[in-house]
């Protein structure tokens, strides 16, 4: 290396500086073909001429330095990184703690985590000091993502463990910047800095260059960050491409824009004074090619630096394109530090800073190309080849061939072809890594996302840890075995069984590819298991047997995971077929288990498992799936099989399934034998092994456990598919039949079948009153349910089991299926008992029926008088009659009796007789008819049925039941023997079961009417079709039997009933009364027959209908149409609804009847006659706002109203009414409206009557406006609206009370502004602000006006961020402010919203610290003598110029609208010009001044003055902002007359100007001037030397523009010039200075100041001040701390024990301010003591527990009663905190005190005061009885 530096020496003369431009260090213009080494380059040249020389020169050598040009261009290899180098990376990927980089030429490196920025690698240290994750602090993850470029530094080059070079690199703008200095930043450079801090208005961003503070203001950041979407703001570590902007101050401050387009665009050039020692990567320059050779080219760019371009870099598409001359863009990629070779790239993707290099797609990725040809091939780097697509790809050295000695290079001369596999991708080149090596191209895997779940792979161990063993797969691939996986059983000395470099054979339990993850096992078991891998949750189908291992065993069960974390339960049942109760003892952790699959619902990831692969031995040379397979296809839910009984157990049948030839087993629970609970108990008990039964359904099929149903509600369910088989499947509304799962106090669990639960809660279970949820429902019990609601998330149903919502109205056809069907299960079990040939007992069951007479013998009677009996008949049954029975006879024992049968109980074997004559007597037969009803006495009661006696003799049993729900009655209700009920005969023929069936009369019993259709009229559900002879217009006479809310049934005779509808009792309806209350039950009434009804669909029939005869006639009792005739006749030729409801006008009156009002459609339904229904919407039921509120409280069922029709429905079958006429939504109409949406800041939307909308803004909501004028407005609140306008369709509403209700005397606060003309200058005003615009703040006065106010009226400060504005006026804030003025022409109103104007604090806080405005200035300049003498001389001149300056006004003061490009931001304004004027001016000039104002030019806000002799050279914009608008006017007249000045006016001018630079003068030196620089505060510390609040504000200002050096070194000038006596002072300036300390510095300059505070301070109050500071900044720790050396050092005084008292308490700490107590008791001297406590217990009321700080009063006072003082302090607190009679009782207390008087009487006014206030006229009298009872007392011991 040392000869090479002899032959290529470094360096070289400077370049003189020529005119105009800087001087550049000049660089090496190398001639690189003649260089061996990168390292090494050429001497430079002296000047162009020479360099002509010296080609000439090296011309006989021309083929040799070619000959060398291949070494030249050798890519980049580690061994050529060194230290230092400064390389353009890609980052590749991102883990939490590194960035792998992609670098150019193939190589990779890493960027630790700390080695991002210095402001990371802080928060990461404090992150780890402090032990908790900090909120600001971002993951690599969040703030970086592959793809992007970065620059980045080598740090160093490290050999690993395995031989491997490993590159280490950093980001750190510190350290990759090093070059730069503050000097050479020029504007337009592009560097890489990270986010150092995130401020208010923007960023600070770390540049590395040292002395240089770089900022980003927050709008130069907004599209970048909408670009990127990684979030609302940058993070502090983020790396960003910054491009200069402004460069100030010696570029000490530098301005920064990471605008995409601005960064993309950026071009490094000659100007910005790059150096070779500070060139850097990734930037973009134009260069010149200087020689093109076939592997690569060389550069000169930024005029005198020369680099190279390898073949890998060439831009493919024009790769030998390039000619000597020819200008190309290129990005830097790499700088030498030592050598300075400088490599750049060609390829696309790098000329745009910003941009990312193309990716590769994922499947090209580990394919195998067959033929790769060989473009280039290069000694020390590897080859490039060119891939069957055209692209190009390269391979390194190692990867040509399997070793180093089986290489040969004469394979790789250029056009040879290869076979080769893709293993890479590398980002900074842009092509594919290759691999030639034949055990890569065969490998099976190459990458993470080539392994798969369950793959069986070999590897080798690595390592052993701790977690377990890292396992090396392939190159790239490791894995982990956790320990729980390195064999079947857990090893606990793994070691000893493994060791480095053993082969191992693992399966693949879990890979994820993003994360390089990868678990193994080493279970054995596992590995070799052939049974199907269970990797997801879909695949886990019920019957699936597989391999899993144990991962927890509790007392539940056992929790068993599979492959990729999929996890199962075994529930405890499941464990075994043997009981197991403790499983954690039986399985351990880790062990190998197989489990069969019952159930798994995927979405939730929940799998229900067993141990129990199976119920009996598997059939030789069938695999273990095939029965189960089998039996998945055959049994599928709801399938009906015929089943044999096995065994009976104790809760239910094990049966075997006939279809099957009995090989598989089922079970069918008792519960589920039947749908009647008392027939479950008894089929089980009838049923004997080998019995079959037909027709069982299955239920469920959880693997082998297939359970059956017998249940024939359920089964009709299933088959008729009124069921649901999924949950998306259930709507609200739906009828379901189920069975009870569980009862639970709080509600009943329903399932359904394909295992569907619900839960009903207790309120919705019954009609009736629900105590014990157990007395209503029975598990296994079938019920109907009606879904109530749904909860998609959580997949629960809530279900109505109450009687009233789910049956269908019919009772009387749901009981009678009830009990037909129950008969025809006792039919089946009477089948059974007969085939029982060996039981005698059986048999004589089956044939005792009721209604058959016995011959008995009475056996006993007991005491209850009840009677057994035996017979010939009845051998070993139990024969009993009740007391009730026997009649009226007195049997004895022995006696002979006739009996008749009531009842059989087959289960317990009992028979019930009787022995009344009535039943006994024998009577003639009578035929009976279907449907007849009959008065029948209850003879005996059952489960499910009562035995009834019917006035013939015969017997009928009639349901208990009328509905599956209808469980439970109060004794009340329950039947009773011997009542008389009345019961309709549903079958009038003998049968099997010897009764006849019948239902109980539903007039005579309590049962539930269903909500019907709207079609249909809530008849009697009774009503049944009779044939009858009736025709239209016939009398017929009835009797009324029910009086319903709409309509009365009429008994016409026996058999037929008619219907008397509302609208047909009465001809004139009084409105809101109720016409069918006129007619009592019983009543007889005349009608006349005016139509028919359908029984089944409720609809009018014609006459004609061939179905009239069996109609149930409509009647009418209304007088005219008895005795006129038959006019309004129903459907007199069955005209259609539409018709019908045709013959209704709109705008007619019609009377209807209120039905009910329906809540879900929010609408009154009403009948206008027996077949016209109607609807009234909710708006127009009333202009009440109450009524509306409540609308089902206001109308009562039955009400006739009068309504007037609007129209008919949508479905024409109903007519549309309303309750408040047709209204017209016209100007000036009050109406009532819905409110259907709430726009912030604007208003509401409201529904109005009839359908249509309106808007109400927010300046007509109320006649005050209010902060949250929205906030009482919820959609559908109903209010009451003035209609302000009704034009094109557009409503505009008001709800001002003023409007609603105008005689109201309640004040307008905020009156309404319609126009204009309701403005008035000087006026205030409320509104709202509406924006905030670079123009001003427009704010909203009316929903048509806009108010401006310019930013110098907004406050009195100076504000240059109007970003200020928008925080403390956001859009919507209510706010008061003055007329300025007022322009009707253009429609424009200035406002102020300053203090002094609105008499309002102002918008923006003083703690803001914004520098003022003066205005007191200009009023005294306003009436300055001088100024006004000028305006006389003037005054001739103005009249000339005002014509043309109100003309030149209105152009003028738009142009001067929009901010000026060039102006300052600052509008400055004259606003007592009208004082100056006052007795001089006539109002027309008053006018054109105020026009004027909004022109005044903006001021350039200058630094200085320029004190120049030469008037005339004072500029314009040196004039202060009090300059009136004289001169203006005068601009104005010069502009209006280009005539030469005369010398008069020159002298006027010169004059005016001087007067102008005193007031300059005697402003700076006013006292009442706000400061605004930092020589403003010198001049005023100097004045009032000892005012430490000016010294504050001084402190303040520095502060605020974060130069703290300077705030510190104000502090210390304060301490030193405040007076020693001034002692108060002094101290605030050093609590200012702790607080800056504490804010801005480290723990140590606080301390050093703290020390020195206390030894200059009174040391009590310093040590309190930093207490107070430590709790307001949260440093708790610290304060604690303190406080404790404060009690040591002050702890005889009182207020520290107290102060930390409080600051405990605030903490919540109430324990340890109780042992504070204690310990200050023991500290203080006793006198202090009452107080201490006292003081105490008021803070603990404040802060902690009021119980604690009530028993300290007490306690006190028990001791110390005369303590008045405390008596008094426990009141007040009492009376804030305590209830009334805690009070009461204290004061009873008190005043029964033996105190001086003077102190009773004191009490006593206190108690009277307080009963004045709080309580009642009793409670005073009482005190004042007290106080007299005391005098008294007094007097008379006084006497005595």
Known sequence: MASMEENFPRGGTQKKPTEGKTPKPKIEQDNLFDIHHEEQTQKRKGSQGDQGKQKKKFKPDQKATFKDSVTNFEPLTVEGLCEGMLLLGCIKEVSDFELVISLPNGLSGFVPVTQISDAYSKMLSEQVAEGELLEDLNSLSDMYSPGTLVRCIVTSVEKSADGRQSIKLSINPKKVNKGLNASALASGMLLSGLVSSVEDHGYLIDIGVSGTNAFLPRQKAQNYLKLVKKGLDLKVGQNLNCVIEEVKNEGRIVRLSIDRSEVAASLATERQNWTLSNLLPGLVVKARVQKVAPLGITLSFLSSFTGIVDFMHMDPKKSMNYSPNQVVKACILSIHPTSKVVRLTLRQAFLHPGGSPNQLSNDRMGAVVEESTVKAFFKQFGAIFELDDGSLAFARLKHLSKTRKSFKPAAFKTGCKHKCRIIDYSLMDEMCVLSLKYQIIEAQFLQYRDVHTGDVVKGKVLALKPIGMQVKVTDGIKGLVPSMHLADMILKQPEKKYNMGDEVRCRVLECRPAERRLILTLKKTLVQSKLPVLSNYEDAKPGLITHGFVVCAREFGCIVKFYNDVKGLVPKNELSSEPISCPEEVFHEGQVVKVMVLKCEPQQERLLLSFKLTSKPVPEGKSEHTPKKNQQVKYAIGEMVDVKVLKKKENGLEVSILEDEGKVIASLPTVYVSDFVANCKLLWHCLQEGDVLPRVMCLSDKGEHIILSRKSAVISAVQEEQVVRSFSEIQPGMLLTGYVRNVMPFGVFVEFPFGLTGLAPKVSMSDKFVTDTKDHFVV??????????????????????????????????????????????????????????????????????????????????????????????????????????????????????????????????????????????????????????????????????????????????????????????????????????????????????????????????????????????????????????????????????????????????????????????????????????????????????????????????????????????????????????????????????????????????????????????????????????????????????????????????????????????????????????????????????????????????????????????????????????????????????????????????????????????????????????????????????????????????????????????????????????????????????????????????????????????????????????????????????????????????????????????????????????????????????????????????????????????????????????????????????????????????????????????????????????????????????????????????????????????????????????????????????????????????????????????????????????????????????????YANSEKYKQAEELYHTMLKRFRQEKSVWLKYASFLLKQGQTEATHRLLERALKALPAKEHVDVISKFAQLEFRFGDPEHAKALFESTLTSYPKRTDIWSIYMDIMIKHGSQKEVRDIFERVIHLSLAPKRMKFFFKRYLDYEKRYGTAETVLAVKTAALEYVEAKSSLAES
């Open 780 to 1669: 296994g019990q079938t019920v109907i349910a009606k879904v109530m609601s749904i909860d998609e998330e959580k997949q629960r149903v809530l279900l109505n089991l109450k009687v009233s919502e789910c049956s269908s109205g019919n009772s009387a056809v749901e009981s009678f299926a009830l009990l037909s069907q129950y008969f025809k299960e006792m039919k089946e079990i009477w089948n059974l008992l007969r085939r029982r040939e060996e039981s005698s007992t059986a048999r004589s069951l089956c044939e005792l029926v009721p209604g058959k007479e016995l011959q008995l013998v009475v056996q006993d009677v007991k005491e209850d008088g009840s009677a057994l009996f035996s017979g010939s008949s009845v051998t070993g049954l139990t024969v009993t009659a009740t007391r009730y029975h026997l009649g009226d006879k007195s049997i004895v024992p022995g006696e002979k009796a006739k009996g008749l049968v009531l009842h059989v109980d087959a289960l317990t074997s009992t028979v019930y007789v009787s022995l009344r004559e009535e039943l006994l007597k024998q009577r003639a037969k009578q035929r009976l008819m279907e449907n007849s009803q009959h008065a029948a006495i209850v003879q005996h009661i059952a489960e499910e049925f009562a035995v009834v006696s019917l006035e013939t003799g015969q017997l009928a049993a009639i349901p208990i039941a009328s509905h599956f729900n209808d469980t439970f009655r109060f004794d009340s209700e329950k039947l009773k023997v011997g009542q008389t009920v009345s019961v309709t005969l549903k079958t009038v023929k003998g049968n099997d079961h010897g009764v006849l069936l019948a239902v109980q009369d539903p007039a005579k019993k309590n049962v539930f009417v269903r909500v019907r259709k709207e079609s249909e009229t809530a008849l009697e559900e009774t009503l049944t079709a009779v044939k009858h002879s009736l025709s239209l217009g016939d009398i017929v006479t009835g009797t009324v039997k029910s009086v319903k809310p709409t309509h009365v049934t009429v008994a016409i005779d026996d058999k037929l009933t008619g219907s008397i509808h509302a609208s047909r009792i009465l001809d004139e309806v009084p409105i809101d009364s109720f016409p069918t209350y006129t007619l009592k039950a019983g009543q007889k009434v005349t009608a006349r027959v005016i139509g028919g009804r359908d029984v089944n669909t409720h609809r009018y029939l014609p006459i004609t209908h061939p179905h009239f005869t069996r109609s149930v006639p409509e009647l009418s009792i209304r007088p005219s149409e008895i005795e006129g005739k038959v006019t309004t006749m129903l459907n007199l030729k069955g005209e259609s609804a539409l018709k019908k409801l045709g013959l209704y006008k709109v705008g007619q009156t019609v009377t209807c009847f209120v039905k009910k009002y329906n809540t879900l459609k929010n609408w009154l339904e009403v009948e206008v006659t027996p077949d016209i229904r109607g609807r009234v919407p909710h708006l127009l039921l009333s202009l009440n706002t109450k009524v509306l509120k409540h609308p089902e409280k206001s109308f009562k069922n039955g009400q006739a109203l009068s309504a007037t029709v609007t129209g008919t429905d949508v479905t024409e079958t109903n007519l549309c009414l309303s309750l408040t006429g047709i209204q017209s939504l016209e100007q000036g109409i009050i109406t009532v409206g819905m409110v259907a949406k709430v726009t912030p800041h604007v208003g509401l939307t409201i529904t109005l009557p009839g359908g249509k909308t309106g808007k109400v803004s927010i300046f007509h909501l109320s006649d005050t406006y209010t902060e949250k004028p929205l906030g009482d407005f919820r959609i559908g609140k109903i209010v009451r609206c003035y209609i302000l306008c009704n034009e094109n369709g557009k409503i505009q509403l008001s709800l001002r009370q003023s409007r609603l209700n105008p005689k109201s005397s309640n004040k307008v606060e905020d009156a309404e502004i319609t126009c204009i003309k309701d403005v008035k200058k000087g006026q205030l005003v409320r509104g709202y602000v509406k924006s905030v615009t670079p123009s001003g703040v427009f704010f909203g006065l009316s929903t048509s006006l806009l108010g401006r106010i310019l930013f110098q009226n907004v406050s009195p400060y100076f504000v240059q961020k109007h970003s200020l504005y928008e925080r403390y006026l956001p859009e919507g804030k209510l706010l008061t402010a003055k007329v300025l003025g007022v322009n009707r022409e253009e429609n424009h109103v200035e406002l102020s919203l300053l203090p002094e104007d609105t008499g309002m604090p102002c918008i923006l806080p003083e703690s803001l610290g914004l520098p003022r405005y003066d205005a007191e200035e200009e009023r005294r300049e306003g009436e300055d003598k001088e100024k006004r003498e000028e305006f006389k001389k003037l005054k001739a001149k103005r009249r000339r110029g005002n014509s043309e300056s109100e003309q030149e006004a209105k152009p003028k003061k738009r142009k001067i609208c929009p901010a000026d490009e060039n102006d300052s931001g600052v509008e400055v304004f004259c606003r007592e010009e009208e004082e100056d004027d006052q007795g001089e001016e006539d109002t027309a000039k008053k006018k054109s001044k105020l026009k004027k104002r909004s022109e005044a030019p903006r001021l350039q806000v200058s630094t200085g003055f320029t004190w120049d002799e030469d008037m005339n050279a004072v500029d314009v914009p040196v004039l202060s902002r009090k300059e009136s608008s004289e001169s203006e006017e005068e601009e104005e007249d010069l502009q209006s007359k280009p005539k030469k000045q005369t010398k008069k006016e020159k002298e006027l001018e010169k004059e005016k100007m001087e007067k102008e630079l005193c007031k300059i003068e005697a402003a700076l030196m006013d006292p009442s001037r706000q400061p605004q620089t930092a020589d403003d505060f010198d001049r005023l510390v100097l004045s009032s030397p000892n005012s430490s609040i000016l010294w504050l504000q001084y402190m303040a200002f520095h502060l605020q523009a974060t130069e703290i050096e300077k705030a510190r070194a104000v502090a210390e000038r304060a301490l030193k010039t405040i007076s020693f006596r001034e002692e108060q002072e002094k101290l605030n300036v050093w609590v200012a200075l702790l607080n800056l300390e504490n804010m801005y510095g480290t723990e140590e300059t606080l301390m050093k100041v703290f020390e020195r505070a206390v030894q200059y301070n009174e040391p009590l109050k310093v040590f309190q001040h930093l207490c107070d500071i």
